[in-house]
Each structure stands twice: as C-alpha cells, then as structure tokens.
C-alpha cells in the first residue's frame, strides 16, 4: 500500500489551509472538495456600518448583503451596480489582503 503525503502543511499554502480547517473556516463543495468562504464588510462597500457577512459563495453573501440592507440601509437599492460593487469587494474568509491595487 503506498504511503500517504505529508499532511502536516509543509508548505505555506498547506499550513494556511490546515490553520482554517482547525479555525472552522474551511467549507466543503458540492464536489467535496475544501474551500474557503467568502466575507464582506459593509465598510468595504462604502458605507458607515461595522457590519460583517460570512457566506458559503458569492450567491450567498449577495443574499444575505440584500437582506441586511432592507433592514438596516432602507435608502441602499440593490441595484445592478451596487451588487457590481459588492462582488468587486467580497473577499476569501481569512484572507488578508484588501484587494486594493498595492496587493501583491
């Protein structure tokens, strides 16, 4: 029987994927395969709320976006352009890079 790989993350890209296992960040795929969630901050879209959304893909957390702001931003219409924005802004959960153009 041939011996598994290593599955201690000696890579940095391994690590940080056993980390978000172990941090209960890591979703799986309708395919079962491993995959990080998806986050938005209301801050990132431009406005002035602490508001934070955890979602399973992009469909999610457009929905959720909907239904926080008919609660809370009742003047925000989920415009085509406004969700453009959203989708330009959600990020991978534990990702720390803000997207902006000095990421590497």
């Known amino acids: 029987m041939a011996e598994e790989g290593n599955k201690t993350g000696s890579s940095k890209a391994g690590a940080g994927i056993i980390?978000?296992?172990?941090?209960?960040?890591l979703k799986?795929?309708?395919?079962?395969?491993?995959?990080?969630?998806?986050?938005?901050?209301?801050?990132?879209?431009?406005v002035d709320c602490d508001?934070?959304?955890h979602g399973q893909d992009e469909a999610d957390i457009l929905r959720q976006a909907a239904e926080?702001?008919?609660?809370?931003?009742?003047?925000?219409?989920m415009t085509p352009?406004?969700?453009a924005k959203i989708r330009?802004?959600?990020?991978?959960?534990?990702?720390?890079c803000c997207g902006g153009s000095s990421c590497h």
């Open 19 to 25: 980390r978000a296992r172990l941090n209960g960040r």
């Open 28 to 46: 799986q795929t309708d395919n079962g395969e491993d995959s990080m969630g998806k986050m938005l901050s209301c801050k990132d879209v431009g």
């Open 51 to 53: 508001f934070v959304i």
């Open 68 to 77: 926080h702001a008919k609660g809370c931003h009742q003047n925000v219409q």
């Open 81 to 83: 352009a406004v969700q």
């Open 88 to 96: 330009s802004v959600i990020k991978d959960e534990g990702s720390s």
